[in-house]
């Protein structure tokens, strides 16, 4: 004789497992995608972002570094500095 409360257990369960095997149909990956892919395309954006976060920085420091050398130049003639 089964008891009630294995009965409600395995009910509240099996339809969450049922969804979710409804939904994934065993796959781990969306439907469509190639898990090489997308790991492929991940790594170009993260190279392509550290570029241009390169890129800010070099900027930023040819721009700090021409201050400097503005900062040394004597003043234009017509100008009291």
Do not use: K
Not at 24 to 48: K, M
Not at 56 to 76: C, K, M, S, T, W
């Amino acid at each position: 004789m089964p008891s009630s409360t294995t009965n409600t257990s395995q009910n509240t369960i099996a339809p969450a497992t049922a969804t979710t095997r409804h939904l994934n149909q065993g796959r781990t990956w969306p439907r469509g995608s190639n898990p090489r892919l997308t790991v492929a395309v991940a790594a170009f954006v993260l190279i392509v972002w550290r570029y241009f976060c390169e890129l800010a920085v070099l900027a930023y420091q040819i721009f700090n570094r021409l201050g400097e050398i503005r900062d040394r130049l004597p003043p234009p003639a017509g100008r009291a500095g």
